[in-house]
């Protein structure tokens, strides 16, 4: 029997985000180059997405490629671009088919131009599309989608739209790449690591974090029911006693 009937479908979480670790390892147990890994990654992606739109997920963040990624071996970024390009072009057929629609967020401007172009289209192709949205985190870090808004709002000040007193949480949120979403709910780490490594640092601040050993390869739509159930099963206080959350 699949754990998808052991979901309460009432308590599903509206955003998740997924660090997808543990591509290079996979290739590398399997004695093959670390593109390897990432090749197979894109299944875990697909499968994810569709188990997602099909429960009532209406957001997916995928921590794609991240800012620290670039000092990475030159052959293995150029690859990981590359099939970054095939992927999208491949994958807009599937995701039109499964009522997702594309988003990203990072500094696009680091990507090749024609990661870039396929990028842009794919966005424009899906952008009516309304089951799921999966927002790839792409040349992505927190802290420089931070510093950004914090100039950002420093201008706002400097330019007389804004007073100092003025700023609080919501002026935060405004001025971040990912001002059109929605907190996550549930956060999803593979790989074994314990980390968030610079991934959604002012919005995972009350999320629910879930680790598993499973290599990003051989995550599959079991492990992210899973995930969900043991989201479902946490108290979530945010700040309060459980006292007051139940009554």
């Known amino acids: 029997m699949t754990l998808k009937n052991s979901i309460n479908t009432d308590k599903i ?3 998740i985000a997924i660090i997808m670790d543990g591509n ?3 290739a590398k147990g399997k004695g093959k ?4 890994g990432h090749q197979n990654g894109v299944g875990a992606v697909r499968e994810v997405s569709e188990a997602c739109a099909e429960i009532g997920v209406k957001f997916l963040t995928l921590y794609a490629f991240s800012t620290e990624n670039w000092s990475r071996p030159a052959a293995e970024v150029m690859a990981l671009m590359e099939l970054l390009v095939s992927t999208i072009r ?3 057929k599937t995701l039109m088919k499964n009522n997702i629609k594309l988003e990203s967020i990072g500094n696009m401007d680091d990507l090749p131009e024609k990661c870039q172009r396929e990028l842009k289209i794919a966005i424009e192709e899906t952008k009516h599309n309304t089951r799921l949205t999966m927002i790839l985190a792409l040349s992505y870090s927190a802290k420089w989608d931070m510093i950004n808004a914090t ?5 706002k000040v400097k330019n007389g739209e804004l007073a100092i007193d003025e700023i609080n949480d919501k002026t935060i949120d405004e001025n971040l790449s990912t001002k059109n979403f929605p907190h996550p709910e549930l956060m999803i780490r593979t790989s074994g690591e314990h980390r968030i490594s610079n991934f ?10 879930y680790f598993t050993d499973k290599l990003w ?9 899973q995930a969900i159930i043991n989201f479902q099963q946490r108290e979530r206080r945010f700040g309060k006693t459980s006292e007051q959350v139940t009554s």
Not at 33 to 36: A, E, S
Not at 200 to 209: F, N
Not at 217 to 225: G, I, Q, T
């Open 24 to 26: 290079g390892r996979w």
């Open 33 to 36: 180059f670390r593109i390897f």
């Open 13 to 15: 979480p509206s955003h």
């Open 151 to 155: 100039k950002l709002i420093a201008q």
């Open 200 to 209: 959604l640092l002012w919005e995972l601040a009350y999320s629910e974090l």
């Open 90 to 92: 491949k994958e807009t």
């Open 217 to 225: 390869p051989d995550f599959n739509r079991e492990d992210l029911y």
